[in-house]
């Protein structure tokens, strides 16, 4: 039986180019898809927020032609690179898949809105939302709230390259503490770096619980949905 029912999601853009120079590395793009479409013939409800890091990143270095709004759009459109690589490594195993996006890109994409989202799903599609809000100024991590309070998500599943949530980067401090659950307000308190400030915000008046868990880990993400086994960083309203 299902843990979660419908779930958000949110996958960093870096992450898709794993170790190599590519910025869409074939090893791990095949590895979200796969990850992704066992949990999609279970029934669970999905719904994908990709970042674009690995793409546009790369650039900032040479471009300096372009104010923080229009690198905030080259940033959306990365999004929906990423994301229709996913969508194209989903169907490649037989699972349908659409792209909504905050930015309609026609004839690539449509505007997402709730309701299309929903309709989606409940045709058993997985969902994949780029453009981030549609607007400059907020992380896609803020999209990855948002969309999750949209579509009525259970939890906003946070896949990234460490376990969970330490109390320090667990990459440069060897004896850093995770931690298996926190509060929103203590994850304030602690000014821990889970998601952004406006991110954080969302979820938390909307009592939209987080878990950050480790993409790399093959299964990972099955045992948590359908197994109901604790991974990762649970971060909750709490009472």
């Not at 120079?21 to 719904?47: H, K, V």
């Amino acid at each position: 039986m299902l843990k979660y029912q419908t779930i958000l999601l949110k996958l960093s853009g870096e992450s898709l180019s794993g170790n190599s120079a590519d910025p869409i590395n074939p090893e791990m793009l095949q590895l979200y898809a796969t990850e992704i479409s066992t949990l999609a013939r279970e029934g669970l409800r999905i719904g994908i927020v990709l970042g674009g890091g690995n793409i546009f990143r790369g650039m900032q270095g040479s471009i300096t032609a372009f104010d923080r709004i229009q690198g905030d759009y080259m940033g959306m459109l990365a999004t929906v690179i990423n994301s229709l690589a996913l969508q194209g490594a989903l169907e490649g195993l037989g699972i349908k898949a659409r792209v909504l996006s905050g930015l309609a890109i026609d004839p690539i994409t449509e505007r997402v809105s709730s309701k299309r989202a929903l309709e989606l799903l409940d045709q058993n599609y997985v969902v994949i939302i780029a453009g981030g809000t549609g607007n400059p100024f907020f992380t896609t991590d803020t999209a990855a709230a948002l969309r999750a309070v949209e579509i009525k998500a259970d939890v906003l599943m946070k896949g990234t390259r460490v376990d969970g949530v330490y109390n320090a980067d667990p990459e440069k401090d060897p004896k850093a503490i995770m931690f298996e659950q926190i509060t929103f307000q203590e994850a304030y308190q602690k000014n821990l770096k889970i998601m952004d400030l406006t991110a954080l915000t969302l979820c938390s008046e909307n009592k939209m619980p987080i878990i950050v868990f480790n993409i790399y880990k093959k299964g990972l993400l099955f045992d948590i949905i359908v197994n109901g086994v604790n991974h990762g960083t649970l971060v909750s309203p709490g009472n």
